[in-house]
Nanobody
Framework: QLQLEESGGGLVQAGGSLTLACAAS?????????VGWFRQAPEKEREGVSC????????YYPLSVKGRFTIARDNAKNTVYLQMSSLKLEDTAVYYC???????????????WGQGTQVTVSS
């Protein structure tokens, strides 16, 4: 069974950077899936913040993070990373990675989810 585990969250000052990692286990190759990063702040809906296709040929970023977030694969480590820079207070949320057949900003298209990692941006 494919399992995902996020890591790298924490407390960072506004303007700072963090890199999140999404590692796969269970004998599955993460490179076979589209991998999305989502976030959910308290009392808000889950929001897609990045996605990379299985061939890494397609990348997706909403306007809210474009130019600040970068998604990348390391197939040798079976891991997908989300580099976040110029962090803002509104980036505070629990960040999740998830796998699906293709990229989408709709969480319902993703079938396997990690447990999430908290990112808190302070002023």
């Amino acid at each position: 069974q494919l399992q995902l585990e996020e890591s790298g969250g924490g407390l960072v000052q506004a303007g700072g950077s963090l890199t999140l990692a999404c590692a796969a286990s269970g004998g599955y190759t993460l490179g076979s899936y589209a991998v999305g990063w989502f976030r959910q702040a308290p009392e808000k809906e889950r929001e897609g913040v990045s996605c990379i296709s299985s061939e890494a040929g397609s990348l997706y970023y909403p306007l809210s993070v474009k130019g600040r977030f970068t998604i990348a694969r390391d197939n040798a480590k079976n891991t997908v990373y989300l580099q976040m820079s110029s962090l803002k207070l509104e980036d505070t949320a629990v960040y999740y990675c998830a796998t699906g057949a293709r990229c989408s900003d709709y969480p319902g298209f993703f079938t396997t989810w990690g447990q999430g990692t908290q990112v808190t941006v302070s002023s």
